[in-house]
């Protein structure tokens, strides 16, 4: 799964590489992105636009946001089928732009935090769904969700699924609303194919939404193992 990730790239190189018009956000550096906080996406409509959608996705059939579950992931094996995401799979794919996402690596007992991030530092592109949600007072919704998949070699050594990562050539696809065909659209997703990925410890601050500096992103040594014997004798 993906349940938080850090973007500290600029809006100026953001919208250089993934060609957007128009920007409607200043960003500034977050280094622990959480479900429920506010994420940017970029979004095909007339033309290409850097917005803001909050993370978790609320279907625009659902009666009331509040007493829904908001849906950080859809899994990519069933999201064009799922009565919650099919819609958005069809009329609502974006992007979410990230520097890195975190995971948790299961060792007995322990959950270790890990960074996962492209060796050379370039930004990522996690395939998103997006939908908006009206309210009585015609005032606007909008959230989204992150795809998961497959993982590849580096990020399967952590967990057994990933954030979709798309190619530059499948980014321009996913945005496309020309292309319908679910099939197609789900070949896209498909675990990382580039190799170049890096994962490292991390301090467990990162377990604090509110803890937001760059400091999370530095490695840190992995904690020793715990010792089940003396646990087990209470020592």
Same mark, same amino acid.
């Given at each position: ?28 550096? *977050? ?9 940017? +996406? ?15 996705? /609320?279907?625009?059939? /659902? ?28 009329? $609502?794919?974006?992007?979410?732009? +990230? ?21 050379? $530092? ?9 939908? *908006? ?6 005032? =606007? ?13 580096? +990020?399967?050594? =952590? ?13 321009? +696809? ?46 840190? @040594?992995?904690?020793?193992? @715990?010792?089940? $014997?003396?646990?087990?004798? $209470?020592?």
């Amino acid at each position: 799964m993906c349940g938080r990730f850090t973007l500290h790239h600029g809006t100026e190189e953001l919208t250089e590489r993934f060609a957007v018009e128009q920007s409607l956000l200043d960003l500034k550096p *977050r280094y622990n992105i959480a479900p429920s906080q506010p994420v940017a +996406a970029v979004i095909q409509r007339e033309s290409r636009v850097l917005a803001e959608l909050q993370w978790g996705l /609320v279907p625009s059939w /659902v009666r009331d946001p509040a007493e829904s579950s908001r849906m950080i992931n859809a899994r990519a094996e069933s999201a064009a089928t799922r009565p919650a995401f099919r819609n958005a799979f069809a009329r $609502g794919r974006c992007l979410i732009p +990230a520097s890195g996402w975190f995971e948790w690596r299961r060792r007995g007992r322990q959950r270790i935090p890990m960074l996962l991030r492209r060796r050379g $530092g370039e930004p990522l592109a996690l395939a998103g769904l997006y939908e *908006r949600w009206k309210r009585s007072d015609d005032a =606007v919704l909008r959230t989204c969700a992150i795809l998961t998949t497959e993982p590849d070699e580096i +990020a399967g050594s =952590v967990h057994d699924r990933m954030p979709a990562v798309l190619t530059a050539e499948a980014c321009e +696809a996913w945005l496309d609303r020309g292309i319908e065909d679910p099939e197609r659209l789900s070949r896209l997703l498909r675990p990382y194919p580039l190799g170049d990925l890096v994962a490292h410890p991390v301090s467990d601050r990162v377990n604090r939404p509110d803890e937001d500096d760059p400091a999370l992103l530095e490695e840190v @040594e992995l904690p020793p193992p @715990e010792d089940h $014997g003396q646990l087990a004798l $209470g020592l």
